[in-house]
């Protein structure tokens, strides 16, 4: 229940109650949960959005740090946890400006993900959206768009017509394109979405 209403602080923009009340949830699960119980990672993932959420970059990075050890402790590889997980990481590193870390960890998700989940799994195509969003930032372009169509083709092979995952999908791409500025050159590959 705490964690819903910091998940409803967050929606209406009151990011420090919500940090709050998952700092309260983090701090019971791990009172009363085993040591390695799952919830806990989720808490402490939980807890590094709202540092987020709060530009405190740096202190998400650490808990998603943790969050992605624990994970990889009491999970199987390539488990949907870890790859979310990673996608976080990948986010805050883009956040912080450290681009090859993003590049490495998103190329090594993709890999991952797609060694141990089944073909069309939706995070792979969340992992192809994560590292075509660094090709982006990182003046790849042309791989950026070609990884974010591939990645819509994939949502929309998966899932029915009209899924939210399409525009999920289209987001995510736009998302990443007006993040960072937008060279002379990138104007034509940004038309043909």
């Known amino acids: 229940a705490m964690n819903n209403l910091a998940s409803v602080f967050s929606e209406v923009g009151d990011y420090q109650a919500a940090l709050q009340l998952k700092k309260d949830t983090l701090q019971l699960r791990e009172a009363v949960l085993p040591p390695d119980h799952p919830d806990i990672a989720t ?24 969050t992605l050890s624990f994970r990889q402790r009491i999970l199987p590889p390539g488990h949907p946890d870890i ?8 986010s805050t590193y883009m956040e912080l400006k450290q681009f090859e870390n ?35 930032a990182v003046d790849r372009c042309s791989e950026a768009v070609t ?14 017509p009209n899924h939210l995952l399409h525009a999920t999908g289209l987001v995510q791409s736009v998302r990443s394109i007006l993040m960072y500025p937008i060279p002379q050159q990138r104007t034509r590959q940004i038309k043909r979405f």
């Not at 998103?106 to 660094?134: E, F, N, R, Y």
């Not at 990884?147 to 029915?160: C, F, G, H, W, Y």
């Open 43 to 66: 808490a402490m993932s939980n807890l590094a959005t709202s540092y987020n959420d709060l530009d405190r970059h740096q202190e998400a990075l650490v808990l998603e740090l943790d």
């Open 83 to 90: 790859v979310a997980t990673k996608g976080n990481l990948v």
């Open 147 to 160: 990884l974010m169509e591939d990645t819509l083709a994939l949502k929309r092979q998966v899932s029915p």
């Open 102 to 136: 993003a590049l490495s960890l998103a190329q090594d998700t993709l890999s991952q993900s797609k060694k141990h989940l089944p073909p069309g799994h939706p995070h792979i195509a969340t992992a192809m959206g994560d590292l075509a969003s660094v090709y982006w």
